[in-house]
Every structure is written in structure tokens, then in C-alpha cells.
Nanobody, 132 residues
Framework: QVQLVESGGGLVQAGDSLRLSCAAS????????MGWFRQAPGKEREFVAV????????YYADSVKGRFTISRDTAKNAVYLQMNNLKPEDTAVYYC?????????????????????????WGKGSLVTVSS
């Protein structure tokens, strides 16, 4: 059974930093893309970042570019999201995701309130709240 488990969310103030972690189990994710989506209250799920299997290809949403950094440890089946200079509009549930599709074909936009966005595997999410 495939599992993605997020950790590291919490309540911070604007300008602070947080690091999200995701541990994957139940499958060999070595060749899979891994990434993050988020969903703010009352809004659609939206793409945040993705990294391919060897870290050579990374994509970010424009809204987080320059502030967030995605990385992975393939040996540990783990992916991380370092979030700096957080803003109140970053408040959302952050989901760790993974899929075997080429990362260039991932949906780099919003994809509905309950859709899986065409991505195979989702964690349960970790809440990040940024106060102003």
C-alpha cells in the first residue's frame, strides 16, 4: 500500500520559514516525480512545486518562485519543501504527491476543489497557517 506522510506544518508569522517533509513508502519512488500541491480554504487545489527522480528538473508555481525550494533524498524516499519569507496567502493544506509521469506533463495550475489533478498518489496533507 502506497503511503505519503507529510510533516512540518504549523502556525508561523509572515516572513518566517518552515520546512515540510514527506516520507514515501509502499512503492519504489526512485523513478517517480515527487512534488507538492496546496489548497487554501474555499479554493481549488493548486500546483506548488515538482522535482524529477534525480533532481535535474524542477518546476515551481510563479507564486512561490524565489521563496520555496524543493529537494529530495531518493535513498530515503523523501521529498522536502523549504518555505522562506512566508506570506498570509501561503496559508493552505500542503499535500505531498507523486506520479510516474514525466514532470514536464504535470498540471502546473489549479485543478478543482476535490480533483486528484491526474496525480496518482497523495498524502493526507499538512496545514500551514501564516499570520500577518
Amino acid at each position: 500500500q502506497v503511503q505519503l506522510v507529510e510533516s512540518g506544518g504549523g502556525l508561523v508569522q509572515a516572513g518566517d520559514s518552515l520546512r515540510l517533509s514527506c516520507a514515501a513508502s509502499g512503492a519504489t519512488f526512485t523513478w517517480y516525480g515527487m512534488g507538492w500541491f496546496r489548497q487554501a480554504p474555499g479554493k481549488e487545489r493548486e500546483f506548488v512545486a515538482v522535482i524529477n527522480w534525480d533532481g535535474s528538473r524542477i518546476y515551481y508555481a510563479d507564486s512561490v518562485k524565489g521563496r520555496f525550494t524543493i529537494s529530495r533524498d531518493t535513498a530515503k524516499n523523501a521529498v522536502y519543501l523549504q518555505m522562506n519569507n512566508l506570506k498570509p496567502e501561503d496559508t493552505a493544506v500542503y499535500y505531498c504527491v507523486s506520479d510516474k509521469a514525466d514532470v514536464g506533463s504535470w498540471p502546473f495550475s489549479s485543478c478543482g476543489t476535490s480533483s486528484n489533478c491526474g496525480i496518482d498518489y497523495w498524502g493526507k496533507g499538512s496545514l500551514v497557517t501564516v499570520s500577518s
